[in-house]
């Protein structure tokens, strides 16, 4: 069964620094999403992508987080400097543009710890 | 603006009790309607979803989930509830864009 893969599972990064993530979406997917999840609560919506152009990124903090997709298959999720309050998993999803149905299919996230 | 609402932040359930897990929500449409299930460290799994038709939708794993437009409801059940079920229960609503997510029930099953 097709899978969202994502890397790496966890990073501890210090305050100021510079952190990635990568997501591989499940082939032939066209719309991608990155979440951020702090414990607790629900999934928030950072971005969304169609294909390699960004269709939503109100809730990006574009100031230090920064999105790609260049290709419109994989994306990175990029933020610097990292700040404390951005421990939290980040999340990338998956959906099939064709389906109409917009059920999306999460991979397993990033665990991120800023100390 | 679309928003989802799950009064309850924990429920606990003895295994083989029935379940229910609330979940109200606002949208200007029609919406579509999910649940999802995350286990620790884990990601989301779609349990069920809700477009269209008939309101009553079977899902994976056992669960059901009814559609009342009246109520703006969408509730999860679950006649028998299993120790595996224990997890964070997520109802979210949106379309091709904004997907909302409520905070979440968490769901302890009790030996």
């Known amino acids: 069964e097709a899978e969202v893969a994502q890397s790496p599972r966890y990073k501890i990064t210090e305050k100021s620094q510079a952190v990635a993530f990568w997501c591989d979406p499940i082939?032939?997917?066209?719309?991608l999403y990155w979440y951020r999840q702090i414990l607790g609560q629900g999934p928030e919506l950072l971005v969304q992508?169609?294909?390699?152009?960004?269709?939503?990124d109100s809730q990006l903090p574009k100031d230090r987080f920064s999105a790609e997709r260049l290709k419109g298959v994989d994306s990175t999720l990029k933020i610097q400097p990292a700040e404390l309050g951005d421990s939290a998993m980040y999340l990338c999803?998956?959906?099939?543009?064709?389906?109409?149905?917009?059920?999306?299919?999460f991979g397993p996230g990033t665990r991120l710890t800023v100390t | 603006a679309q928003s989802v609402t799950q009064p309850d932040i924990h429920i606990t359930v003895s295994e083989g009790a029935s379940l229910e897990l609330r979940c109200n929500y606002s949208?200007?449409?029609?919406?579509?309607l999910f649940w999802y299930v995350q286990s620790p460290g884990q990601g989301l799994q779609l349990l069920l979803k809700y477009f269209s038709g008939d309101t009553l939708v079977q899902g994976i794993k056992g669960f059901e989930a009814e559609f009342k437009r009246s109520q703006s409801s969408f509730n999860l059940r679950k006649p028998s509830v299993h120790w595996s079920d224990a997890a964070e229960y997520f109802c979210?609503?949106?379309?091709?864009?904004?997907?909302?997510f409520g905070a979440g029930t968490r769901l302890t099953v009790k030996p």
């Open positions: 979210a609503v949106g379309a091709r864009v904004d997907m909302r």
């Open positions: 992508f169609q294909d390699e152009s960004v269709v939503d």
């Open positions: 949208y200007g449409a029609t919406p579509y």
């Open positions: 082939s032939g997917h066209a719309t």
């Open positions: 999803a998956s959906s099939p543009w064709t389906s109409g149905t917009y059920e999306q299919y």
